[in-house]
């Protein structure tokens, strides 16, 4: 290949390992914070990105939902909590993934502290509230564990939104199917 050729030829070579890097981290690497379908936000689905089927559609479908266990029905301040977290649609997937928030009802602000317990998880922040969601390591399971530490100081009704995705594991977002769920969790007192 002579000179002018390569070169003409490089920036097209950047451009699409830059573009296969973003759609690999983007997507894989967790979602961008505030998708978990609560407090106004949208989920992955209704921001435009996995719109193959509306949300909870899995569901309608008898294929699967989103589950979460271990936020206790009125929290302790203080306490943590172990949590798991489950898309438990499997059925022709090979990827999963979710985001997942806890708010005070009241105010809409961060309630208590959410804690990787592996490198499947991970946190990210927006606007001061914690995100807390799949990592590349999570991505082949579709139960995640995680740990929530309650309100130093009771904060009221606690809620925890999330989303989750069942995908079909081409790394794009055709094919997929979202998930949305939310659980209230009341004050242990004023």
């Known amino acids: 290949m002579k000179k002018s050729a390569r070169s003409a030829f490089a920036p097209i070579v950047v451009l699409i390992v830059s ?7 983007t ?13 106004g936000e949208p989920t992955c689905n209704q921001s435009g990105c996995h719109v193959s089927y509306p949300v909870n559609a899995g569901v309608a479908a008898m ?11 009125q929290y302790e301040a203080g306490r943590t909590y172990p949590i798991k977290l489950t898309v438990s649609h499997t059925q022709d997937r ?16 961060q309630a208590g502290r959410l804690k990787p317990t592996s490198s499947e998880t ?17 991505i ?8 929530w530490v309650a309100p130093a100081k009771p904060a009221g009704e606690v809620v925890v939104n999330a989303a989750g995705n069942a995908a079909n594991g ?9 998930y949305s769920t939310s659980v209230t969790v009341a004050s242990a007192g004023k």
């Open 27 to 39: 997507y894989p690497g967790g979602p961008d914070p505030g998708v978990t379908g609560g407090f």
């Open 170 to 178: 081409d790394l794009v977002p055709e094919g997929d199917y979202i």
């Open 94 to 109: 090979q990827n999963w993934g979710f985001q997942l928030a806890t708010r005070a009802n009241g105010t809409g602000l």
């Open 19 to 25: 573009l296969l890097s973003v759609v690999v981290a």
């Open 140 to 147: 082949p399971t579709n139960t995640f564990e995680f740990e």
């Open 63 to 73: 294929l699967g939902d989103i589950l979460i266990e271990g936020f206790p029905k």
């Open 122 to 138: 991970q946190i990210v922040d927006l606007n001061g509230i914690q995100y807390i969601e799949h990592t590349l390591d999570g």
